[in-house]
Every structure is written in C-alpha cells, then in structure tokens.
T-cell receptor, first 110, second 114 residues
Framework: QKEVEQNSGPLSVPEGAIASLNCTYS??????FFWYRQYSGKSPELIMF????GDKEDGRFTAQLNKASQYVSLLIRDSQPSDSATYLC??????????FGPGTRLSVLP | GAGVSQSPSNKVTEKGKDVELRCDPI?????LYWYRQSLGQGLEFLIY????????KSGLPSDRFSAERTGGSVSTLTIQRTQQEDSAVYLC????????????FGPGTRLLVL
C-alpha cells in the first residue's frame, strides 16, 4: 500500500519567517516527488518537483529530498500572507500512479 | 484555449442516476489524469492516460466508474448509478509526456449526489 503522509496543520508562521513543510512516503521505489499549492476552493498548482537527493531551489522555495529516510520537505523563505494555502505532497513510482498526501494547511500571519 | 477545461462546473444529480464529466486537456499534452477530492481531503488518483498506452485504472474506486479518452484528447469520466459518497470535486489534469512534467489542473467539476 503506497502512502504519503503529511501533518495536516494548520502550521502558523509569522510573516517573513521560514515555513517548513514535511512529507514522508512509504514506497522505497518512489521516483519523483512534487509539491503543489492549493488555495481554498481552487485547483492545485505545481510549485516544484524533485527526483534527486539533495536540495532544489526556486526563488523563495527549496525542496529537499532524502530517499534513504523517505522524506521530502518544502521550505518557504520570507513567508508572505499570500503563501497561506494547503500544500500537497505527491509521489510517483515509475511514472504510474500519483499518490497525494492529505496536505498541510499553512497560515502566514501578518 | 490556454488551459485545461472541464464541464460542467457544477452538477447536482439524484442517487442512482448516471453522470458524465468532461475534460479538455491542453493541446499537445499526451498525459491526462483524473482525480477526486472530497471536502477537506487530499487528492485521490482515479485514472491516468498516456498517449496510446492502456490507461492506468488502478485508482477507480468501483466498477461504477469508467473513463475514456477519444482521439488522444478529450476525456469523459462516467459514474453509473451514483451514490451519495460520490459527491466530491472531480479534477482533471494534463501534462506533456513524462511524469516529471508539470501537471496543469482544470477548475474541477463539483458533483453533488442527493
């Protein structure tokens, strides 16, 4: 059974702080890892994908992958109130079934 | 169109009726995905089409659910004999070939089964 787990939150951080979102997965054969952002009542939008161990940076976002620990995280630097949303972690195995985590609600307080 | 479109945007139906949900992917995208999202829940994968390959139907919750993709473009998700637990937002996404490609989501169809 493939599982992706995330803390449901809400995770509250003050404006300007670093928000750290975590995701663990059960299938060691997982190949690709994605972070999506979903605003309330809207569809998910991709923030980043990563498939190699280490860090991948894109603007204020950094994805971190540790396959040995089966752990992927998303860091948001200089958090803004507009970052308040639910963040979904997704994992794929050989391009097949996407498995999404339940999402973490992030609230950035002005 | 520039993005993924879905129709209808909202659908209210009575228990036991059949419904059809439509997805128009972005032109040129060979991969198409259907997901379901219940209120306050994460995304549940339903089915995945990639080019002319046999679809991955492993996420379909029961044999009341089926989907097809005609001509490698438009897809229809059909739910037969709807049940109240089928009420959810049904999301379609498309991407270029390869799972590392960005999935672009449509606005979803909100289905309510009374």
């Amino acid at each position: 059974q493939k599982e992706v787990e995330q803390n449901s939150g809400p995770l509250s951080v003050p404006e300007g702080a670093i928000a750290s979102l975590n995701c663990t997965y059960s299938d060691r054969g997982s190949q690709s890892f994605f972070w999506y952002r979903q605003y309330s009542g809207k569809s998910p939008e991709l923030i980043m994908f990563i498939y190699s161990n280490g860090d991948k940076e894109d603007g204020r976002f950094t994805a971190q992958l540790n396959k040995a620990s089966q752990y992927v995280s998303l860091l948001i630097r200089d958090s803004q109130p507009s970052d308040s949303a639910t963040y979904l972690c997704a994992v794929t195995l050989y391009g097949q079934n996407f498995v999404f985590g339940p999402g973490t609600r992030l609230s950035v307080l002005p | 169109g520039a993005g993924v479109s879905q129709s209808p945007s909202n659908k209210v139906t009575e228990k036991g009726k059949d419904v059809e949900l439509r997805c128009d992917p972005i032109s040129g995208h060979t991969a198409l995905y259907w997901y379901r999202q219940s209120l306050g829940q994460g995304l549940e994968f339903l089915i995945y089409f990639q080019g002319n390959s046999a679809p991955d139907k492993s996420g379909l919750p029961s044999d009341r659910f089926s989907a097809e993709r005609t001509g490698g473009s438009v897809s229809t998700l059909t739910i037969q004999r709807t049940q109240q637990e089928d009420s959810a937002v049904y999301l379609c996404a498309s991407s270029l070939a390869g799972v590392e490609e960005t999935q672009y989501f449509g606005p979803g169809t909100r289905l309510l089964v009374l």
